[in-house]
C-alpha cells in the first residue's frame, strides 16, 4: 500500500473541493491511503512537494489546483511555473500527477474538476500512481 501526499492550492474553494473528491475517490478505489496539505495557491505547490518529499513519508504527490485568466499577465506566470516545477521535481524522478487545471473561465474549471465529469483530480491521482508504478518497476 502507498501513502500519497495531496497538495492543494486552495484558490478556489467550491472548485477544490471536487478536484479533491476525485482524488482521494482514486488513491481510495486502488487500495492507497492519502493525507492532504493545503497551500494558498499554485505557486506552492512545488515548494511544498519538495518540503515534504524531505521527510520521506510520502510514495506519491497529487498537485491539485484550479488557474483562471485574469486580466493580466499573472495567469501565465501561475500555469506555466506552477508546472515547471512539479515538473522539474518529475524529472528527479518524484512520483507526482499534476492536477492544476488552467482555464479560460470558470464553467471550463467545473467540467474539468467535476468527478462526475471530467474529473481531472481523479485523473491526477491516478497518474501519480501509474508513475509511482514505474518507478518501482524501473527503481
Ligand atoms: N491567480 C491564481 C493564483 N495566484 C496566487 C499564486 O499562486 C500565489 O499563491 C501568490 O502569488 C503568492 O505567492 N493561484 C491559484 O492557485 N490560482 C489562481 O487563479
Ligand atoms: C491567475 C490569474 O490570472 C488571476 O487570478 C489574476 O487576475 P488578474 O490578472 O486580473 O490580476
Do not use: C, W
Not at 16 to 33: F, K, P, Y
Not at 72 to 94: C, K, P, Q, W
Request: net charge negative.
Amino acid at each position: 500500500m502507498a501513502h500519497v501526499l495531496i497538495v492543494e492550492a486552495r484558490f478556489y474553494d467550491h472548485l477544490n473541493d471536487m478536484l479533491l473528491a476525485g482524488a482521494r475517490a482514486a488513491i481510495e478505489a486502488a487500495g492507497h491511503s492519502h493525507e492532504t496539505v493545503t497551500v494558498p495557491g499554485a505557486l506552492e505547490a512545488p515548494g511544498a512537494i519538495a518540503l515534504a518529499m524531505e521527510t520521506d513519508r510520502y510514495d506519491a504527490y497529487v498537485a491539485l489546483g484550479v488557474v483562471i485568466r485574469g486580466e493580466t499577465y499573472h495567469f501565465e506566470i501561475v500555469s506555466n511555473e506552477s508546472a515547471r516545477g512539479i515538473m522539474a521535481l518529475t524529472m528527479d524522478g518524484i512520483a507526482i500527477g499534476n492536477g492544476i487545471l488552467t482555464t479560460e473561465n470558470e464553467a471550463q474549471a467545473i467540467y474539468r474538476a467535476d468527478p462526475a465529469q471530467a474529473d481531472k483530480g481523479g485523473g491526477a491521482a491516478k497518474a501519480a500512481l501509474a508513475m509511482l508504478d514505474l518507478k518501482q518497476r524501473f527503481g
